[in-house]
């Protein structure tokens, strides 16, 4: 399995995109039987849960933006920032205002689903 994963990702194409997606698939079931064996699989159930759950953007976007506020804590961070570096720089909610003109954090703008696409690589 594990040697399969090498040879493939040394030709994708650009159709091929679902195979990131279950990339990670492959490996972990290769290194779990490498180090456990078919019946030792299952105590990696919480690693493989969180895997599934990296496999499928809506579902897992859908339950961190039940939990948290993606676009309220990237303005935070990006107000944080700004005021670290030196400017004057104050937030109302998610627009991040400077002197001369500000911006508004949509949720889509807020990083969540680049986030995603590392996790899934990861």
């Known amino acids: 399995m594990i040697s399969f ?9 650009w159709f091929e995109s679902f195979f ?11 290194l779990g039987l490498i180090a456990s064996g078919i ?11 969180i895997l ?3 496999l499928s953007d809506g579902l897992l976007i859908s339950l961190i933006a039940a ?3 993606v676009s309220l ?22 627009n991040v205002i400077l002197p ?6 949509y949720p889509g703008c807020s990083g969540l689903n680049a986030i995603l696409l590392l996790l899934q690589l990861s």
């Open 52 to 54: 599934l759950l990296s």
């Open 20 to 30: 990131i997606k279950i990339f990670a698939l492959f490996p972990f079931l290769g």
């Open 67 to 69: 939990k948290v506020d």
């Open 39 to 49: 019946k030792g699989l299952k105590q990696y159930w919480q690693e493989f849960i």
């Open 73 to 94: 804590l990237a303005a935070k961070v990006s107000n944080f920032v700004l005021w670290y570096l030196g400017f004057a720089v104050y937030r109302q909610g998610v």
């Open 100 to 105: 001369t003109e500000g911006i508004e954090i």
């Open 5 to 13: 994963i090498l040879i493939k990702s040394l030709s994708l194409f």
